[in-house]
């Protein structure tokens, strides 16, 4: 038996082609991070209908304070996981995605928590509640969520509250409209408006849908014609009638 010395050849050629791409993969999916570092960090916030709650400053000093801000530090030390479940411990953050690039730049994007009423309750307290119920603390941005005030504890503002903002979010026209909630030792809640001298009982926090529906029609074929100040109290407790209370004169 003769040995084919050029098809031995052709076969180890072959061989070392594909171990040589095997490593040029290997070696492209897994870059040598030893000598790289960090030099840039970008953060994006999603946006969000109510703006201001969180930029990026609050996150790169976050980052800084839990000693996790990567710039300048080689890429191969740099935690990503660490990061998002420490910026996840943010109030202000809904879900947080870290992550790197071959050229050394490290990407923080991130959605944050929708606050949907803000409440000053009369015990002091004074906090934002998402559109899950979470209560998120106080900042020193402003604002135009309507405000809950009243003998307010955490339990009915998780609750009933909650399901009120998550109405006016949904209703840009009464988002506008509400400015405060004034809720009652019985938890019921009149509301006080931004356009009109007057105040509005909406009674429990139930049937919002109904409620502000026939709350709507009276504006449009009461109070138009009547004028915006002829009532100081209009009470929408009891289904399919609006009671009125005159304004003195």
């Known amino acids: 038996m003769t040995f084919n010395w050029k098809k031995s050849a052709i076969i180890l050629a072959d061989g070392l082609l594909a171990v040589y791409l095997l490593l040029a993969v290997t070696a492209f999916n897994h870059p040598d991070e030893s000598s790289d570092v960090c030099n840039e960090v970008n953060i994006h916030i999603e946006e969000s209908v109510v703006k201001g709650f969180l930029n990026a400053d609050d996150i790169k000093t976050q980052l800084q304070r839990a000693r996790l801000y990567p710039l300048g530090d080689p890429i191969n ?11 996840r411990q943010n109030p202000f953050v809904k879900e947080a995605q870290v992550y790197k690039s071959q ?17 000053k309750a009369d015990n002091g307290e004074d906090y934002y509640l998402d559109e899950f119920g979470n209560i998120m603390p106080n900042t020193h941005f402003v604002s135009e969520l309507a405000i809950a005030t009243g003998p307010v ?31 009652l030792p019985d938890g019921s809640i009149e509301m ?3 356009v009109g001298d007057h105040i509005v009982y909406l009674g429990k926090p139930v049937k919002l849908d109904h409620k502000f529906s026939r709350l709507e029609k009276f504006y449009r074929y009461g109070l138009s014609k009547a004028g915006w100040n002829k ?3 209009i009470s929408l407790e009891f289904d399919n009638q609006i009671i009125c209370k005159k304004r003195k004169l």
């Open 77 to 87: 030390t740099i935690d990503t996981r660490k990061m998002e479940e420490t910026l």
């Open 103 to 119: 050229t050394g730049h490290i990407y923080i994007n991130l959605t944050q928590r929708l606050p949907i009423l803000r409440v």
């Open 153 to 183: 504890n955490h339990a009915y503002a998780q609750k009933a509250l909650t399901r009120v903002g998550r109405f006016l979010m949904n209703n840009p026209l009464w988002a506008n409209q509400v400015e405060q909630l004034q809720v």
């Open 192 to 194: 006080v408006p931004r």
């Open 231 to 233: 009532y100081s109290y």
